[in-house]
């Protein structure tokens, strides 16, 4: 299997060049699993984080570093966007997703409780990887129609030209590749 090296913010790790289409191929940033990368990374995110009252994250892969940033920060709460809507939510909220890494439309589903917490609050989104924009475009009609303000937008990799978006901060670029490894340029 091809990989990458990748530094995030003095960090090494080796992604596996995983394929999207024929002409489009990623590195696959898996976190799940890895403590010493998640303590790093959320502590790395703290240090540019803008002001905020709450962190969210869409469920599954930014689990990890949503509870590590809170931790760290010494906050108490945050809030995670689910991909299917629980006994114990009631009025959910739901927004579409299409994510480049996951085929199909997903939705992401917050509670009413959830919401009555993020009303007027500055929320920073976070994720592990920033692509298409489509995941983060779901979370932030999410955090809207629960009355929450954007207060930024955090990613761990930005990937592919999303590294030239104004709008987010991220801790390093992860570019795409051929179907032989080399960077597409």
Avoid: W
Avoid at 81 to 106: C, D, H, N
Avoid at 157 to 178: C, H, I, M, Q, T
Wanted: hydrophobic share 45%.
């Amino acid at each position: 299997m091809q990989t990458y090296e990748m530094d995030i913010a003095g960090l090494k790790r080796e992604l596996p060049i995983c394929r999207v289409s024929d002409d489009v191929y990623i590195g696959a940033f898996i976190i799940f699993g890895d403590v010493e990368l998640t303590v790093h990374c959320a502590a790395e995110m703290l240090k540019i984080a803008p002001d905020y009252d709450y962190i969210i994250a869409p469920e599954a892969k930014s689990i990890p570093l949503l509870y590590e940033m809170t931790r760290q920060s010494g906050d108490n709460k945050y809030f995670l966007a689910r991909k299917s809507p629980k006994l114990y939510m009631t009025e959910v909220f739901q927004v579409e997703v299409q994510s480049i890494s996951t085929e199909g439309v997903q939705h992401l589903y917050l509670d009413a409780l959830d919401a009555e917490e993020i009303r007027d609050k500055r929320m920073l989104i976070i994720d592990d990887v920033i692509s298409t924009g489509q995941s983060l475009n779901a979370m932030e009609k999410l955090v809207e129609k629960a009355g929450g303000i954007v207060a930024g937008r955090m990613f761990v990799l930005a990937e592919g030209s999303a590294a030239d978006r104004d709008d987010v901060l991220y801790l390093a670029k992860l570019p795409l590749f051929n179907s032989d490894g080399t960077v597409k340029t």
